[in-house]
């Protein structure tokens, strides 16, 4: 099968699911109500499955590699700990708490900064390799869970209500007000990336041969994580952390779509992303009732197939 | 042409390059000779701004490196460094395509697309062009490396050990193939190479470079000398005429 129809069958699928998701016992009564419930619900999800795909995906051709991803690095959890610091430092009640836009701001360039430094570092250093950067993903992770851990325990329990909604991945009561907001940053970082796709492309040669062929790989690189930062910011400030679902994705869509090119990879897993995520949550409120969430069967799953990968040794 | 003058490099205070100048004039194809440790590609590293230098200064058609802006650059310059491991499923086709980037930025004009198949055609390999690397030799792969450099269709060329791990008949062509480049499109050609008689019978200019400096450069029968040989290598050379080219004896076997 072609890619192109492959690509089709896909989106028709991804949007055959979002129909049965917006129109599931509607009529003309009761749709307002539902609609203005479900519609939020459901953008915020294919926000934050082209976020989380998107970002995984540049990630994994900047830092050439195909098992690690910013989630499996500790960007997630470094969401997390802003948001425990903020409240910590500035009280519940701090405008930088209680409004979206601002708190969103605010921990982007917060994680912006943080995740640039990292990068020079990686870069700008000798030659890293890529267990070195896992190896400092996986501290990084624990000690930001850590610091999390450790305010959460000491903090007035009603503070610790102002958090709790960022700390665990929610996809049955996302953040309604940030949807709307969000649209913005996010297709300014996907025009972006875009824009960027056929340098990422020359990528995949290995930065000597990319500097041969006239791209600044340090330049492209920090831009790069620059955007990444921002998507993941998105993602996590929507429906909180999914620590191994990008890699699910990336890899799905590598395998799916035999291709190098970013201007197809990049449409490709977010249409996948958004089919299992819309599918995984269909499941999870029809046919189990709610009793589980959907980020437990991703991490169960993504968890595995991450062992699997390291198991068979497919890092490079 | 490409001059280099006083280049050095330094590594925790060992100079790996040292207050080493060059010439690479254009209509002729250059080898770096040496031992291993040399410093022979940090040199063609330097010069070709895949590696910073210490000290020194490259000049690029009168124009210094570091005044370049390094996306026009690419469509002067091409390099290919020896060791090229690749993450992604890439036909030879594709991998040539990428030569023509700095030229069209990945979108294939017709043009574009009419020098990719000369490229291909250049060493080769057409027959193979929609096979993917890694069902590929290593020569056959080294060739597709090659062709991609010859589409980015550049006045200046650096190879570094292009002839690494491959048989007799893949260099033999391949050397057949830069020389062409040299001599019949007037590209200044740069190899670094590690067989001496390969040097010797396909370059027109030869450096010779030891402990990271240059100990000769010249014309080939300059450097290709015993007395220059024995001392770069600190073997006893022999060097005979072969149908008008030196061929160097330096396989000293004491029990025939």
Same mark, same amino acid.
Request: net charge neutral; charged share 15%.
């Given at each position: 099968?072609?890619?192109?129809?492959?690509?089709?069958?896909?989106?028709? =699928?991804?949007?055959?699911? &979002?129909?049965?998701?917006?129109?599931?016992?509607?009529?003309?009564?009761?749709?307002?109500?539902?609609?203005?419930?479900?519609?939020?619900?459901?953008?915020?999800?294919? +926000?934050?499955?082209?976020?989380?795909?998107?970002?995984?995906?540049?990630?994994?051709?900047?830092? *050439?590699?195909?098992?690690?991803?910013?989630? &499996?690095?500790? #960007?997630?959890?470094?969401?997390?700990?802003?948001?425990?610091?903020?409240?910590?430092?500035?009280?519940? +009640?701090?405008?930088?708490? &209680?409004?979206?836009?601002?708190?969103?701001?605010?921990?982007?360039?917060?994680?912006?900064?943080?995740?640039?430094?990292?990068?020079?570092?990686?870069?700008?250093?000798?030659?890293?390799?890529?267990?070195?950067?896992?190896?400092?993903?996986?501290?990084?992770?624990?000690?930001?869970?850590?610091?999390?851990?450790?305010?959460?325990?000491? &903090?007035?329990?009603?503070?610790?209500? =102002?958090? !709790?909604?960022?700390?665990?991945?929610?996809?049955?009561?996302?953040?309604?007000?940030?949807?709307?907001?969000?649209?913005?940053?996010?297709?300014?970082? +996907?025009?972006?990336?875009?824009?960027?796709?056929? %340098?990422?492309?020359?990528?995949?040669?290995?930065?000597?041969?990319? /500097?041969?062929?006239?791209?600044?790989?340090?330049?492209?690189?920090? !831009?790069?994580?620059?955007?990444?930062?921002?998507?993941?910011?998105?993602?996590?400030?929507?429906?909180?952390?999914?620590?191994?679902?990008?890699?699910?994705?990336?890899?799905?869509?590598?395998?799916? #779509?035999?291709?190098?090119?970013?201007?197809?990879?990049?449409?490709?897993?977010?249409?996948?992303?958004?089919?299992?995520?819309?599918?995984?949550?269909?499941?999870?409120?029809?046919?189990?009732?709610?009793? /589980?969430?959907?980020?437990?069967?991703?991490? #169960?799953?993504?968890?595995?197939?991450?062992?699997?990968?390291?198991?068979?040794? %497919?890092?490079? | 042409?490409?001059?280099?003058?006083?280049?050095?490099?330094?590594?925790?205070?060992?100079?790996?390059?040292?207050?080493?100048?060059?010439?690479?004039? %254009?209509?002729?194809?250059?080898?770096?000779?040496?031992? *291993?440790?040399?410093?022979?590609?940090?040199?063609?590293?330097?010069?070709?701004?895949?590696? *910073?230098?210490?000290?020194?200064?490259?000049?690029?058609?009168?124009?210094?490196?570091?005044?370049?802006?390094?996306?026009?650059?690419?469509?002067?310059?091409?390099?290919?460094? !020896?060791?090229?491991?690749?993450?992604?499923?890439? /036909?030879?086709?594709?991998?040539?395509?990428?030569?023509?980037?700095?030229?069209?930025?990945?979108?294939?004009?017709?043009?574009?697309?009419?020098?990719?198949?000369?490229?291909?055609?250049?060493?080769?390999?057409?027959?193979?062009?929609?096979?993917?690397?890694?069902?590929?030799?290593?020569?056959?792969?080294? $060739?597709?490396?090659?062709?991609?450099?010859?589409?980015?269709?550049?006045?200046?060329?650096?190879?570094?050990?292009?002839?690494?791990?491959?048989?007799?008949?893949?260099?033999?062509?391949?050397?057949?193939?830069?020389?062409?480049?040299?001599?019949?499109?007037? %590209?200044?050609?740069?190899?670094?190479?590690?067989?001496?008689?390969?040097?010797?019978?396909?370059?027109?200019?030869?450096?010779? $470079?030891?402990?990271?400096?240059?100990?000769?450069?010249?014309?080939?029968?300059?450097?290709?000398?015993?007395?220059?040989?024995?001392?770069?290598?600190?073997?006893?050379? /022999?060097?005979?005429?072969?149908?008008? !080219?030196?061929?160097?004896?330096?396989?000293?076997?004491?029990?025939?």
């Amino acid at each position: 099968m072609r890619n192109s129809t492959k690509l089709i069958l896909l989106s028709v =699928a991804t949007l055959a699911i &979002i129909a049965l998701f917006l129109g599931k016992g509607l009529d003309a009564y009761n749709y307002r109500f539902f609609l203005s419930r479900r519609i939020p619900k459901v953008l915020a999800i294919l +926000l934050a499955a082209t976020a989380i795909s998107w970002s995984s995906l540049v990630f994994q051709t900047v830092t *050439n590699n195909r098992i690690l991803t910013p989630s &499996i690095l500790g #960007f997630d959890s470094l969401y997390v700990m802003i948001q425990v610091l903020l409240v910590v430092l500035a009280g519940s +009640l701090s405008p930088l708490v &209680i409004q979206p836009m601002l708190n969103f701001s605010v921990t982007t360039a917060i994680m912006a900064g943080l995740s640039l430094s990292l990068f020079a570092w990686y870069f700008y250093g000798k030659q890293r390799d890529l267990f070195s950067l896992l190896l400092i993903g996986i501290i990084c992770s624990s000690l930001f869970s850590s610091v999390t851990g450790f305010f959460t325990m000491v &903090i007035d329990p009603s503070e610790f209500m =102002a958090i !709790q909604a960022s700390m665990f991945a929610s996809f049955n009561n996302v953040n309604g007000a940030l949807v709307y907001w969000a649209i913005a940053p996010m297709l300014l970082c +996907l025009a972006l990336l875009l824009k960027l796709a056929p %340098k990422l492309d020359v990528l995949w040669l290995g930065p000597d041969n990319a /500097t041969s062929l006239g791209i600044n790989v340090r330049k492209l690189t920090l !831009q790069i994580m620059a955007l990444v930062s921002v998507l993941i910011s998105v993602a996590t400030a929507l429906v909180g952390p999914v620590l191994f679902f990008g890699l699910i994705v990336v890899s799905l869509t590598r395998q799916l #779509f035999n291709s190098y090119q970013h201007r197809l990879l990049l449409p490709a897993s977010s249409a996948l992303a958004a089919f299992l995520l819309l599918t995984g949550q269909w499941i999870v409120e029809n046919l189990m009732a709610f009793e /589980t969430t959907i980020s437990v069967i991703i991490n #169960f799953v993504g968890g595995s197939y991450f062992l699997l990968l390291l198991a068979r040794n %497919k890092v490079n | 042409m490409i001059k280099l003058s006083g280049l050095s490099k330094k590594y925790n205070d060992n100079f790996v390059v040292q207050d080493a100048s060059a010439l690479f004039p %254009k209509g002729v194809l250059t080898s770096i000779i040496g031992p *291993n440790g040399a410093g022979k590609s940090t040199l063609l590293s330097m010069a070709s701004r895949l590696t *910073n230098s210490d000290a020194g200064e490259v000049v690029i058609a009168d124009k210094p490196l570091n005044q370049w802006d390094n996306a026009e650059l690419a469509k002067r310059l091409a390099v290919l460094r !020896q060791s090229n491991n690749i993450n992604m499923r890439f /036909t030879v086709r594709e991998l040539v395509a990428f030569g023509r980037f700095p030229h069209s930025q990945g979108r294939l004009s017709a043009r574009d697309n009419e020098i990719i198949d000369k490229a291909m055609g250049h060493l080769d390999i057409q027959h193979i062009a929609n096979r993917y690397l890694d069902q590929l030799s290593g020569g056959q792969r080294q $060739m597709a490396f090659i062709a991609m450099v010859v589409a980015q269709d550049t006045d200046y060329i650096f190879l570094d050990e292009p002839l690494n791990n491959l048989d007799i008949k893949h260099s033999v062509e391949i050397m057949g193939a830069i020389q062409h480049l040299a001599h019949e499109h007037g %590209k200044a050609v740069v190899v670094v190479i590690h067989d001496i008689n390969f040097a010797a019978s396909y370059s027109d200019r030869i450096i010779a $470079m030891k402990q990271g400096q240059v100990i000769k450069s010249g014309d080939t029968v300059e450097v290709i000398d015993e007395a220059v040989l024995s001392d770069i290598y600190e073997i006893p050379f /022999t060097i005979r005429e072969v149908e008008g !080219q030196r061929i160097c004896m330096y396989y000293t076997n004491p029990h025939k």
